[in-house]
Protein backbone atom coordinates (compact mmCIF):
# COMPACT_ATOMS: atom_id res chain seq x y z
CA UNK A 1 0.00 0.00 0.00
CA UNK A 2 3.23 2.22 0.34
CA UNK A 3 3.49 3.82 -3.23
CA UNK A 4 -0.56 4.21 -3.74
CA UNK A 5 -1.24 5.70 -0.14
CA UNK A 6 1.87 8.24 -1.08
CA UNK A 7 0.20 9.08 -4.93
CA UNK A 8 -3.22 9.72 -3.74
CA UNK A 9 -1.57 12.26 -0.43
CA UNK A 10 0.20 13.40 -3.25
CA UNK A 11 -2.20 13.95 -5.75
CA UNK A 12 -4.51 15.95 -2.97
CA UNK A 13 -1.72 17.88 -2.26
CA UNK A 14 -0.81 18.72 -5.93
CA UNK A 15 -3.90 18.93 -7.41
CA UNK A 16 -4.71 22.30 -5.05
CA UNK A 17 -1.69 24.18 -5.44
CA UNK A 18 -0.70 23.51 -9.25
CA UNK A 19 2.43 21.71 -10.87
CA UNK A 20 1.34 17.87 -9.54
CA UNK A 21 3.53 16.58 -12.61
CA UNK A 22 6.54 17.15 -10.81
CA UNK A 23 5.60 15.41 -7.80
CA UNK A 24 7.61 11.48 -8.55
CA UNK A 25 4.69 9.35 -7.27
CA UNK A 26 1.90 11.08 -9.75
CA UNK A 27 4.92 10.46 -12.26
CA UNK A 28 4.98 7.17 -11.88
CA UNK A 29 1.42 6.59 -11.75
CA UNK A 30 1.18 8.20 -15.13
CA UNK A 31 4.03 5.85 -16.40
CA UNK A 32 2.33 2.96 -15.06
CA UNK A 33 -0.63 3.60 -16.97
CA UNK A 34 0.95 4.27 -20.45
CA UNK A 35 4.38 3.04 -20.14
CA UNK A 36 4.67 -0.63 -23.05
CA UNK A 37 1.52 0.37 -24.26
CA UNK A 38 -0.71 0.03 -20.88
CA UNK A 39 1.55 -3.39 -20.27
CA UNK A 40 2.13 -2.74 -16.78
CA UNK A 41 -0.26 -3.76 -14.08
CA UNK A 42 -0.10 -1.31 -10.97
CA UNK A 43 -0.49 -4.11 -8.21
CA UNK A 44 2.40 -6.10 -10.02
CA UNK A 45 4.74 -3.21 -10.41
CA UNK A 46 4.60 -2.13 -6.63
CA UNK A 47 5.22 -5.49 -5.64
CA UNK A 48 8.15 -5.85 -8.15
CA UNK A 49 9.47 -3.01 -7.54
CA UNK A 50 12.85 -2.50 -5.10
CA UNK A 51 12.29 -0.33 -1.62
CA UNK A 52 13.29 3.16 -2.11
CA UNK A 53 12.50 2.75 -6.20
CA UNK A 54 10.21 4.19 -8.65
CA UNK A 55 9.75 3.97 -12.01
CA UNK A 56 11.30 6.53 -13.99
CA UNK A 57 11.39 6.76 -17.93
CA UNK A 58 9.82 4.32 -20.66
CA UNK A 59 11.28 3.97 -24.43
CA UNK A 60 9.28 1.74 -27.01
CA UNK A 61 9.43 1.44 -30.65
CA UNK A 62 7.05 -0.71 -32.95
CA UNK A 63 7.58 -1.09 -36.18
CA UNK A 64 4.46 -3.61 -37.62
CA UNK A 65 5.99 -3.83 -41.19
CA UNK A 66 9.25 -5.57 -39.81
CA UNK A 67 7.53 -7.28 -37.01
CA UNK A 68 9.10 -6.04 -33.79
CA UNK A 69 8.51 -4.27 -31.03
CA UNK A 70 10.52 -3.05 -27.87
CA UNK A 71 10.08 -1.31 -24.58
CA UNK A 72 12.16 -0.79 -22.28
CA UNK A 73 11.57 0.93 -18.35
CA UNK A 74 14.05 1.62 -16.12
CA UNK A 75 14.12 2.68 -12.13
CA UNK A 76 14.52 5.86 -10.38
CA UNK A 77 15.97 6.86 -7.12
CA UNK A 78 18.44 5.04 -4.30
CA UNK A 79 21.23 2.58 -5.91
CA UNK A 80 18.69 1.65 -8.44
CA UNK A 81 19.20 5.19 -10.08
CA UNK A 82 18.88 4.12 -13.94
CA UNK A 83 18.74 0.82 -13.84
CA UNK A 84 16.74 -1.71 -15.36
CA UNK A 85 13.03 -2.60 -14.16
CA UNK A 86 11.73 -4.33 -17.50
CA UNK A 87 12.60 -5.00 -20.98
CA UNK A 88 10.54 -6.33 -23.64
CA UNK A 89 11.23 -7.18 -27.32
CA UNK A 90 8.46 -8.84 -29.37
CA UNK A 91 9.01 -10.50 -32.92
CA UNK A 92 6.52 -12.41 -35.45
CA UNK A 93 8.92 -12.68 -38.54
CA UNK A 94 10.66 -16.41 -38.44
CA UNK A 95 14.14 -15.08 -39.00
CA UNK A 96 14.04 -12.83 -35.65
CA UNK A 97 12.38 -16.00 -33.80
CA UNK A 98 15.60 -18.45 -34.94
CA UNK A 99 17.88 -15.31 -34.21
CA UNK A 100 16.48 -15.13 -30.54
CA UNK A 101 16.04 -19.03 -29.95
CA UNK A 102 19.36 -19.98 -31.32
CA UNK A 103 20.60 -17.27 -29.39
CA UNK A 104 19.45 -18.93 -26.27
CA UNK A 105 20.19 -22.75 -27.06
CA UNK A 106 23.78 -23.30 -27.47
CA UNK A 107 26.63 -26.06 -27.69
CA UNK A 108 23.77 -28.50 -28.84
CA UNK A 109 20.75 -27.07 -27.00
CA UNK A 110 21.49 -28.25 -23.42
CA UNK A 111 21.54 -24.79 -22.16
CA UNK A 112 19.71 -24.60 -18.70
CA UNK A 113 16.70 -23.95 -18.46
CA UNK A 114 13.64 -23.23 -16.32
CA UNK A 115 9.75 -24.20 -16.27
CA UNK A 116 6.83 -21.64 -15.76
CA UNK A 117 3.48 -22.45 -14.81
CA UNK A 118 1.34 -24.88 -17.04
CA UNK A 119 -0.59 -22.53 -18.94
CA UNK A 120 2.28 -20.25 -20.01
CA UNK A 121 3.76 -21.45 -22.99
CA UNK A 122 7.16 -20.48 -22.50
CA UNK A 123 10.58 -20.94 -20.28
CA UNK A 124 13.15 -19.14 -18.45
CA UNK A 125 16.54 -19.05 -20.00
CA UNK A 126 19.89 -19.35 -18.97
CA UNK A 127 19.58 -15.43 -18.92
CA UNK A 128 16.71 -15.93 -16.43
CA UNK A 129 14.67 -13.71 -19.44
CA UNK A 130 10.99 -15.38 -19.94
CA UNK A 131 10.37 -16.24 -23.09
CA UNK A 132 6.80 -16.79 -24.36
CA UNK A 133 5.91 -18.07 -28.06
CA UNK A 134 1.91 -17.64 -28.68
CA UNK A 135 0.29 -18.22 -32.33
CA UNK A 136 -0.54 -15.33 -34.16
CA UNK A 137 -4.95 -16.17 -35.83
CA UNK A 138 -4.51 -12.83 -37.07
CA UNK A 139 -1.43 -12.90 -39.36
CA UNK A 140 -1.27 -14.93 -42.33
CA UNK A 141 0.77 -17.96 -42.80
CA UNK A 142 4.69 -17.05 -43.52
CA UNK A 143 6.44 -17.98 -47.16
CA UNK A 144 6.81 -21.92 -45.98
CA UNK A 145 3.04 -21.88 -45.31
CA UNK A 146 3.34 -21.96 -41.79
CA UNK A 147 1.50 -20.66 -39.14
CA UNK A 148 3.02 -17.10 -37.98
CA UNK A 149 3.79 -17.11 -34.13
CA UNK A 150 4.69 -14.28 -31.42
CA UNK A 151 8.02 -14.56 -29.94
CA UNK A 152 8.10 -12.00 -26.47
CA UNK A 153 11.43 -11.96 -24.54
CA UNK A 154 10.93 -10.38 -21.32
CA UNK A 155 14.14 -9.60 -19.15
CA UNK A 156 13.83 -8.26 -15.38
CA UNK A 157 16.24 -6.47 -13.81
CA UNK A 158 18.33 -7.70 -11.57
CA UNK A 159 17.43 -6.08 -8.22
CA UNK A 160 13.32 -6.21 -9.48
CA UNK A 161 11.62 -8.58 -6.68
CA UNK A 162 10.93 -11.21 -8.66
CA UNK A 163 10.53 -13.89 -5.51
CA UNK A 164 7.09 -11.94 -4.67
CA UNK A 165 4.93 -15.23 -5.81
CA UNK A 166 2.82 -14.52 -9.06
CA UNK A 167 4.02 -11.00 -9.67
CA UNK A 168 6.48 -11.01 -12.52
CA UNK A 169 4.04 -13.79 -14.54
CA UNK A 170 1.19 -11.75 -14.04
CA UNK A 171 3.79 -8.91 -15.66
CA UNK A 172 4.74 -11.44 -19.20
CA UNK A 173 1.02 -12.18 -19.41
CA UNK A 174 -0.32 -8.57 -19.96
CA UNK A 175 3.29 -7.31 -21.97
CA UNK A 176 2.40 -10.55 -23.87
CA UNK A 177 -1.08 -9.04 -24.48
CA UNK A 178 0.14 -5.97 -25.05
CA UNK A 179 2.96 -6.83 -28.09
CA UNK A 180 0.25 -9.24 -29.88
CA UNK A 181 -1.65 -5.68 -29.99
CA UNK A 182 0.70 -3.95 -31.13
CA UNK A 183 1.95 -6.13 -33.76
CA UNK A 184 -1.50 -7.27 -34.97
CA UNK A 185 -0.67 -10.77 -33.73
CA UNK A 186 -4.32 -11.45 -32.14
CA UNK A 187 -3.46 -14.06 -29.74
CA UNK A 188 -5.79 -15.37 -27.28
CA UNK A 189 -4.94 -13.26 -24.34
CA UNK A 190 -2.89 -15.80 -21.55
CA UNK A 191 -4.22 -16.32 -18.32
CA UNK A 192 -2.28 -15.79 -15.40
CA UNK A 193 -1.83 -19.02 -12.99
CA UNK A 194 -3.75 -19.49 -10.38
CA UNK A 195 -1.10 -21.05 -7.87
CA UNK A 196 0.62 -17.81 -7.23
CA UNK A 197 4.52 -18.64 -6.80
CA UNK A 198 7.81 -17.08 -7.34
CA UNK A 199 9.71 -17.07 -10.81
CA UNK A 200 11.44 -19.66 -11.26
CA UNK A 201 15.06 -19.16 -12.42
CA UNK A 202 17.61 -21.91 -13.89
CA UNK A 203 19.99 -23.24 -11.68
CA UNK A 204 23.34 -25.73 -12.44
CA UNK A 205 22.23 -27.07 -8.99
CA UNK A 206 18.13 -27.21 -9.34
CA UNK A 207 15.49 -27.76 -7.06
CA UNK A 208 15.19 -32.02 -7.17
CA UNK A 209 12.48 -34.81 -5.88
CA UNK A 210 12.45 -38.62 -5.68
CA UNK A 211 11.53 -39.78 -8.76
CA UNK A 212 8.19 -41.17 -7.89
CA UNK A 213 6.73 -37.53 -7.15
CA UNK A 214 6.67 -36.99 -10.72
CA UNK A 215 4.02 -38.21 -11.35
CA UNK A 216 1.30 -36.30 -12.82
CA UNK A 217 4.25 -33.80 -14.41
CA UNK A 218 6.11 -33.58 -17.85
CA UNK A 219 8.53 -35.74 -16.52
CA UNK A 220 6.02 -38.17 -15.35
CA UNK A 221 7.30 -40.80 -17.77
CA UNK A 222 10.58 -41.33 -15.85
CA UNK A 223 7.95 -42.88 -12.72
CA UNK A 224 7.66 -46.20 -15.05
CA UNK A 225 11.42 -45.95 -16.50
CA UNK A 226 12.40 -49.40 -14.30
CA UNK A 227 15.41 -47.02 -12.76
CA UNK A 228 17.41 -49.13 -10.29
CA UNK A 229 15.65 -48.33 -6.63
CA UNK A 230 19.07 -48.82 -4.10
CA UNK A 231 20.48 -45.64 -6.60
CA UNK A 232 18.36 -42.99 -5.29
CA UNK A 233 17.18 -41.59 -8.45
CA UNK A 234 15.89 -37.83 -7.95
CA UNK A 235 14.53 -35.57 -10.88
CA UNK A 236 14.42 -31.57 -11.86
CA UNK A 237 11.40 -31.12 -13.50
CA UNK A 238 11.65 -27.98 -15.80
CA UNK A 239 8.95 -28.34 -18.72
CA UNK A 240 5.42 -28.03 -18.92
CA UNK A 241 3.06 -28.81 -22.26
CA UNK A 242 2.75 -25.80 -23.71
CA UNK A 243 6.17 -24.17 -23.97
CA UNK A 244 8.58 -24.85 -26.81
CA UNK A 245 11.02 -26.07 -24.88
CA UNK A 246 11.53 -28.36 -21.77
CA UNK A 247 13.76 -30.37 -20.04
CA UNK A 248 13.72 -33.54 -17.12
CA UNK A 249 17.09 -33.95 -15.41
CA UNK A 250 17.78 -37.03 -13.69
CA UNK A 251 20.42 -37.88 -10.73
CA UNK A 252 21.66 -40.83 -9.48
CA UNK A 253 23.05 -40.52 -5.92
CA UNK A 254 23.64 -44.41 -5.25
CA UNK A 255 24.87 -43.38 -1.72
CA UNK A 256 22.44 -41.28 -0.98
CA UNK A 257 22.05 -37.34 -1.10
CA UNK A 258 25.68 -36.43 0.26
CA UNK A 259 27.29 -37.84 -3.03
CA UNK A 260 29.30 -34.98 -4.40
CA UNK A 261 29.13 -35.98 -8.03
CA UNK A 262 25.73 -37.72 -9.35
CA UNK A 263 25.49 -39.23 -12.46
CA UNK A 264 22.95 -36.51 -14.46
CA UNK A 265 21.48 -37.95 -17.55
CA UNK A 266 19.49 -34.72 -19.30
CA UNK A 267 16.15 -35.46 -21.82
CA UNK A 268 15.43 -32.31 -23.53
CA UNK A 269 12.58 -31.39 -26.42
CA UNK A 270 12.27 -28.69 -28.49
CA UNK A 271 9.36 -27.75 -30.81
CA UNK A 272 9.82 -25.57 -34.36
CA UNK A 273 11.42 -25.77 -37.18
CA UNK A 274 14.57 -23.67 -35.91
CA UNK A 275 15.23 -26.68 -33.39
CA UNK A 276 16.53 -28.81 -36.39
CA UNK A 277 19.85 -27.06 -35.98
CA UNK A 278 20.02 -27.98 -32.61
CA UNK A 279 20.63 -32.10 -33.16
CA UNK A 280 23.00 -31.46 -36.25
CA UNK A 281 25.22 -29.13 -34.61
CA UNK A 282 29.01 -30.18 -35.38
CA UNK A 283 28.09 -33.14 -36.57
CA UNK A 284 28.03 -32.14 -40.37
CA UNK A 285 24.48 -31.86 -41.18
CA UNK A 286 24.04 -35.44 -39.83
CA UNK A 287 21.54 -35.80 -37.17
CA UNK A 288 24.15 -36.48 -33.47
CA UNK A 289 23.24 -40.07 -32.06
CA UNK A 290 20.67 -40.56 -29.11
CA UNK A 291 18.33 -38.44 -30.73
CA UNK A 292 15.03 -38.22 -31.95
CA UNK A 293 12.29 -35.90 -34.32
CA UNK A 294 8.64 -35.67 -34.97
CA UNK A 295 5.96 -33.72 -36.32
CA UNK A 296 4.16 -31.22 -34.50
CA UNK A 297 1.64 -28.86 -35.49
CA UNK A 298 2.80 -29.13 -38.94
CA UNK A 299 6.66 -27.98 -37.94
CA UNK A 300 9.44 -30.09 -36.69
CA UNK A 301 9.84 -31.22 -32.87
CA UNK A 302 13.63 -32.42 -31.75
CA UNK A 303 14.33 -34.13 -29.09
CA UNK A 304 17.96 -35.39 -27.18
CA UNK A 305 19.55 -36.69 -24.24
CA UNK A 306 22.96 -36.25 -22.43
CA UNK A 307 24.47 -38.52 -19.89
CA UNK A 308 27.64 -37.49 -17.78
CA UNK A 309 28.54 -41.17 -18.13
CA UNK A 310 26.86 -44.49 -18.69
CA UNK A 311 24.00 -44.74 -16.31
CA UNK A 312 21.84 -45.97 -15.75
CA UNK A 313 22.96 -49.93 -15.38
CA UNK A 314 22.89 -51.29 -18.89
CA UNK A 315 25.17 -48.79 -20.88
CA UNK A 316 24.00 -47.51 -24.08
CA UNK A 317 20.87 -50.09 -24.69
CA UNK A 318 19.40 -48.27 -21.32
CA UNK A 319 20.09 -44.79 -22.75
CA UNK A 320 18.22 -45.92 -25.28
CA UNK A 321 15.34 -47.29 -24.19
CA UNK A 322 15.22 -44.22 -22.01
CA UNK A 323 15.62 -41.73 -24.60
CA UNK A 324 12.53 -43.46 -26.48
CA UNK A 325 10.20 -43.37 -23.04
CA UNK A 326 11.00 -39.31 -23.00
CA UNK A 327 10.05 -39.38 -26.74
CA UNK A 328 7.15 -41.57 -26.96
CA UNK A 329 5.49 -39.30 -24.33
CA UNK A 330 6.00 -36.19 -25.01
CA UNK A 331 4.48 -37.16 -28.69
CA UNK A 332 1.78 -38.81 -27.21
CA UNK A 333 1.22 -35.72 -25.08
CA UNK A 334 1.52 -33.25 -27.45
CA UNK A 335 -0.28 -34.89 -30.48
CA UNK A 336 2.48 -35.29 -32.80
CA UNK A 337 3.47 -37.91 -35.41
CA UNK A 338 6.20 -39.69 -37.33
CA UNK A 339 8.55 -39.91 -34.82
CA UNK A 340 11.96 -41.33 -35.29
CA UNK A 341 15.03 -41.90 -33.49
CA UNK A 342 18.75 -41.76 -34.51
CA UNK A 343 20.95 -44.01 -32.41
Same mark, same amino acid.
Given at each position: ???????????? +??? %??? %??? $? *????????????????????? #??? *?????????????????????? &????????? %???????? +???? #??????????????????? !??? *??????????????? &????????????????????????????????????????? $????????????? =???????????????????????? @???? +??????????? !????? $?????????????????? $??? %????????? @????????????? +????????????? &? *?????????? #??????????? &????????????????????????? =????????????????
Amino acid at each position: MRRWVKVSVAAA +VVL %GVG %GYV $A *QPYVKEWALIRNACGGGLVGD #AVE *QLTPDGSLLGSEESRSTEGLGS &YTCDVTLTG %GDTDGKRF +VSVA #AYTRRDDQDRELMSVFTEG !GFD *QQAALPDGLPGFVDQ &YKAIRLLVPCPDLPADDEGRKRKLLVHIQMGREVLTGVPGA $AHRTAVTLTHMAS =EKLGCGADPLKAPERLAPLNVPSD @DPKR +VPVARAEGTPC !GWVTG $AGLPSDDNWQIAVAANDT $APS %GRCDLFSAA @DGESTRNPSRLAF +VSWYGDWSNRLTV &Y *QNKGVPRSMT #ATALCEGEAAN &YALAASQDTPRGGAAARQRMLKLFA =EDEVRRRGCTDLRFHF
